[in-house]
């Protein structure tokens, strides 16, 4: 028989095609024209957060920190430290560092987490390691997707995928061995994550109610503040109502507002350097950081926690990569979004220059700036701008949501696919209207720049902080450089943000802790259901039936063979799931053909479809018995049904015809004690035709036959009767050898079971907490996981199961 083609090892699973990897990593040379192309659209969906920071930034920096004077020397530190810090964090660490720690492409800080569990096997996600017996997989999991193992001429295996020796041996040892680091490792992904979260509750408030400010100054006092908070908060319904259109159908026209906001910010500030304060420009030497500190002293040192606001949205350039490439990111922030936001900074410093006696255009920020003749139309450009940068970074939110999802770190939600060409762009409908109403609360329950300043500020700086110490351990283990740039990268950058940090912490009863109090939330329900999760995987593998308890199954039991195809769902990757023999034990009959289907979801972007099926096969060829092992990226998205159903059969097909079994050393001699290894089935090359058509039938009593244990009868010759019915044909490659009679007949078999039918048989467990149990584990499994379990989606099957199909069999987990 033909072996199946063999794995390019320098292009293991996960690793998207040629043309797709140059899109979303830059790996490869892009053209010119593409790469700019890429640039004008990340202006509108990475940079619209970020580029809206100078409506509040000096608002929320002068806000009762620092007490006004005559001098300039404190409008000009403002102005050093917001210069030195864009020019360290957005450019120095993410632009020309950060960026290049790229999973597959993606971006964010799931993907620098997976990028440390590949290197280094510290990943605590089920089913990530827990069942190892998965050959293929664990390549998979230790080179970067699934990556084989070469042998070399002096025999000795290795590992593709760069697995370094020096410093990072000794680290990943140290990972692998302690599982404390390993958990530390996961909760910080999960800080930054939940952080992430929270951020996309502050960002659009905060943006869409300074954009609102502006109307401070075109009514009267005792006017604008009973009009203002209703105008923001009709603006952020309507963002979160239009959501579930998707940013594709309005996305033309967010590159545009961005642009046209960074040229009028730009254009203002020019007018206003060369209008007031032309020598303003002396701000950007880092004397005057030193000066400002040493006269404001701690008033200047709390005030930084507003400063750091001129870095929001610096992540979303990380977190977004996978929509772009590295050079685009980088074009459009040093070409036009860095030089904008500077001159923009230093217009509004040049004018408070000149007007620092007028306390109160502290307090109003960017539009007292703003020549009057021409404030209405860039407070409606500020508006949509806002809402522009609030859509990316909600955008960014589900996206965050369905990677935890994913990889078994939140509860299941629904997962909308807005656009059949962006796989990325997604709505969640829970997510979205939980989102509106906790920032409509902070809006209404703040309703000032100086309280959301400061809500935001520690939920940016924690994210930063969370990726530069995922950073560090990434520059050793996956760059395999010296520990002490490592150790460099963390003490610099770390000390910074540290500094920042602290600034922004200090302000906690001032609105600091609402994302303490959002991630807290955040983190409990992802480590309940975490912890859940687990339990319930580690009771599957410990309540697992041995192969031989298949085997042994004989005339005694009165097994019969149901025409058609049986699919059961299972979270386990070897042995047979308990729900099975519970449902053999009641129910003594399965289908002629048995597919013991998993969805796995791995810690990589994305799975090559030719390289997402692992079949295998159970018992003996005549009992026809298969196992498939479905793999997913956590930014992959399923297909729809049919073309699911097909690809999952097509893959059992060709895994007979290519003579898998042959595999490995492996004979026609099933070993009982063993399931054979599985193996990556290249899907395509087999094509199943289903057309409508007069065929013969098989009804009445003979349609099933009883296992004769280890040789089961064959099966007896049916009734032949007459029904219009689908027609199912396998079409095998031209090149491709004449099977022998023993494939064929397998495969008449499978296509006969196709034509019956396919039937789901699914599990529907019910966890409880062990007797003997502490209060702590009872209350957290019985009370905190079964409710979020009964509130959330059910698991995700890869295709939507017809209830008519559907054999649902109940069990309890006590765990």
């Not at 960026?99 to 620098?112: I, P, S």
């Not at 760069?162 to 990943?172: L, P």
């Not at 030719?610 to 005549?622: M, N, S, T």
């Not at 930014?635 to 690809?647: I, L, R, T």
Request: glycine share 8%.
């Amino acid at each position: 028989m033909k072996s199946p083609p063999a794995m390019d090892p320098e292009a293991p699973p996960g690793t998207p095609p040629d043309d797709e990897e140059e899109k979303r990593g830059g790996r490869k040379g892009v053209p010119w024209r593409m790469t700019l192309s890429l640039a004008y659209q990340s202006l509108g969906v990475v940079y619209g957060d970020l580029s809206t920071s100078p409506l509040y930034v000096y608002k929320a920096a002068f806000a009762e920190d620092i007490q006004h004077t005559e001098s300039n020397e404190e409008i000009l530190g403002v102005l050093s430290f917001v210069f030195w810090t864009l020019t360290l964090v957005p450019l120095l660490k993410y632009v020309c560092i950060v960026l290049r720690a790229d999973d597959h492409g993606e971006g964010g800080t799931f993907a620098l987490y997976s990028l440390l569990c590949r290197h280094a096997r510290a990943a605590l996600l089920p089913p990530g390691r827990a069942a190892a017996a998965a050959g293929d997989d664990d390549d998979l999991f230790d080179a970067g997707a699934g990556a084989k193992k070469a042998a070399p001429e002096n025999g000795n295996a290795v590992t593709l995928g760069g697995r370094g020796g020096g410093a990072a041996a000794s680290v990943r040892k140290l990972l692998e061995k302690h599982k404390v680091l390993q958990r530390v490792l996961l909760v910080l992904a999960l800080v930054g994550t939940c952080m992430v979260i929270g951020d996309g509750v502050l960002t659009p408030a905060i943006s869409v109610f300074s954009a609102v400010s502006g109307l401070e100054l075109s009514m009267e006092k005792e006017h604008h503040k009973y009009v203002e908070l209703p105008i923001a908060c009709i603006i952020l319904v309507c963002l979160f109502a239009l959501q579930h259109y998707g940013t594709h159908r309005v996305g033309f026209i967010f590159a545009p507002i961005v642009i046209t906001w960074l040229l009028c910010i730009s254009m203002i500030g020019v007018y206003n350097i060369i209008h007031w304060e032309p020598t303003v420009y002396r701000a950007l030497s880092p004397y005057y950081m030193y000066k400002f500190l040493k006269k404001t002293q701690r008033g200047g040192w709390m005030s930084l926690g507003g400063i750091l606001l001129c870095v929001t949205g610096s992540e979303a350039m990380f977190a977004d990569l996978g929509h772009f490439n590295q050079l685009s990111i980088q074009i459009a922030f040093t070409c036009m979004v860095y030089p904008a936001l500077i001159l923009a900074y230093m217009g509004q410093a040049a004018y408070l220059c000149r007007h620092h006696t007028m306390e109160s255009d502290y307090r109003i920020g960017f539009y007292v700036s703003v020549p009057e003749k021409i404030r209405w139309p860039v407070l409606a450009i500020a508006i949509l701008a806002a809402v522009v940068g609030s859509q990316a970074v909600i955008t960014g939110t589900f996206s965050m949501i369905k990677q935890c999802t994913s990889l078994g770190c939140f509860p299941r939600v629904k997962i909308v696919h807005t656009s059949a060409k962006v796989h990325g762009q997604i709505y969640i409908p829970e997510i979205n209207w939980i989102l509106m109403i906790l920032c409509l609360a902070v809006t209404i329950g703040f309703r000032d720049t100086k309280h959301l300043g400061n809500a935001s500020g520690l939920a940016v700086i924690t994210v930063m902080l969370v990726t530069t110490c995922l950073m560090s351990l990434v520059i050793v283990l996956c760059w395999h450089k010296s520990i002490f740039l490592a150790i460099g990268f963390i003490v610099f950058f770390g000390t910074i943000e540290a500094l920042y940090f602290s600034a922004a912490l200090i302000k906690f009863r001032e609105g600091a802790w609402v994302p303490i109090v959002l991630a807290f939330i955040f983190m409990l329900i992802m480590c309940i259901w975490h912890y859940g999760t687990i339990k319930k995987y580690e009771f599957d593998v410990e309540s697992k039936v041995s192969i031989n308890w298949l085997l042994g199954l004989g005339p005694n039991l009165g097994i019969v063979r149901v025409r058609g195809i049986g699919l059961i769902h299972t979270e386990l990757e070897t042995g047979i799931p308990a729900i099975f023999s519970h449902f053999v034990t009641n129910l003594p009959a399965f289908h002629q053909v048995l597919i013991f289907m998993c969805i796995k979801n791995v810690p990589i972007p994305h799975v090559r479809p030719e390289e997402r099926f692992l079949v295998g096969r159970i018992g003996p060829k005549e009992y026809r018995i298969y196992r498939c092992i479905v793999r997913y990226g956590y930014h992959d998205f399923h297909k729809d049904d049919m073309e699911f159903e097909k690809e999952l059969v097509c893959s059992i097909a060709e895994f007979i015809r290519s003579g898998s079994s042959k595999l490995n050393g492996l004979s026609d001699d099933f070993d009982k004690d063993e399931e054979q290894r599985m193996s990556v089935v290249r899907t395509g090359s087999i094509r199943m035709l289903e057309e409508d058509g007069t065929v013969e039938n098989t009804v009445g009593p003979s349609h099933v036959r009883e296992i004769q244990s280890p040789s089961p009868s064959p099966m007896p010759p049916p009734a032949a009767a007459v029904g219009v019915k689908k027609r199912v044909r396998f079409v095998l490659p031209a090149a491709s050898p004449k099977p022998n009679a023993g494939v064929q007949e397998e495969l008449q078999e499978l296509s006969d079971a196709r034509e019956a039918g396919m039937a789901f048989i699914l599990g529907h467990s019910h966890v409880k907490a062990k007797s003997g149990s502490s209060f702590l584990r009872r209350f957290v499994i019985n009370f905190c996981y079964d409710f979020l379990r009964r509130n959330s989606r059910g698991p995700n099957y890869a295709v939507t199961i017809p209830h008519a199909s559907t054999l649902e069999v109940g069990m309890m987990y006590y765990v």
